[in-house]
């Protein structure tokens, strides 16, 4: 005999599957990020360390969505525009710290210490935007967790551009932040914050010719790190 659901019992029922949906979002939400999304920027960040652009000089970028080159080809990104023989671990939303993502603990230097070689010869670390909203204490940590992990390398440290999408009373204080914690390490800074960039229409990531831009800069000074 087919038994009735009565509408109580069907209300109820109806309630405890909504109850453990907004449950689950927010497990979710405090986490960040969904794991499926994490790993889909897990396999873009894989896909962009498979392609080596250059020769002569080993170097490594360590970068953020705008190293991985999000919304753009892998082939425009700015990192191929550099001199030398140029591998980049990027990983979309991290930073120097480790609350930056919320995929797990992505930051730079726990990126970098899987990612360098013997053979490394300078290191481009690229990024900022995604700690706009850290502490500065996390931020203090985290760039010192990356400096012992790179243990006396030649380094540059390039920081955040003035994306749109970001406030620009926070990007202005992650500059200050990277240049005085680079300073403070004989590290050679570039500031993006009066660089003037072409983005794309989530007015956060460059767009094709902004990563021309960006990366011309990046080179430029990665040529006199080279010459001295």
Not at 59 to 64: A, E, H, M, R, T
Not at 71 to 97: C, K
Not at 146 to 174: K, N, Q, T, W, Y
Request: proline share 5%.
């Amino acid at each position: 005999m087919t038994r009735r659901i009565t509408r109580p019992r069907l209300l109820l029922s109806v309630l405890a599957t909504l109850l453990v949906v907004a449950v689950s979002t927010t497990v979710l939400a405090r986490a960040g990020a969904r794991p499926d999304r994490c790993a889909v920027i897990g396999e873009r960040a894989e896909a962009r360390a498979s392609l080596v652009t250059g020769s002569g000089a080993d170097v490594l970028v360590i970068g953020d969505s705008y190293s991985v080159g999000a919304g753009v080809r892998r082939s425009e990104s700015w990192p191929v525009r550099l001199p030398g023989r140029v591998r980049v671990d990027g990983f979309s939303g991290s930073g120097f710290t480790v609350g930056a993502s919320g995929c797990g603990d992505v930051s730079y230097a726990t990126r970098a210490a899987r990612s360098l070689s013997g053979a490394t010869d300078l290191v481009v670390v690229e990024g900022g935007l995604n700690d706009y909203d850290q502490s500065l204490a996390d931020l203090e940590a985290g760039f010192a967790r990356l400096v012992r992990v790179l243990d006396g390398r030649h380094v540059l440290v390039v920081g955040p551009p003035p994306a749109p999408e970001r406030p620009r009373a926070s990007v202005e204080a992650v500059d200050a932040a990277l240049a005085r914690l680079s300073a403070a390490q004989g590290m050679p800074y570039l500031s993006m914050l009066g660089v003037d960039l072409a983005y794309l229409d989530d007015d956060l990531h460059p767009d094709p010719a902004g990563h021309r831009v960006f990366g011309d800069l990046v080179a430029e000074k990665v040529r006199t790190m080279f010459v001295e």
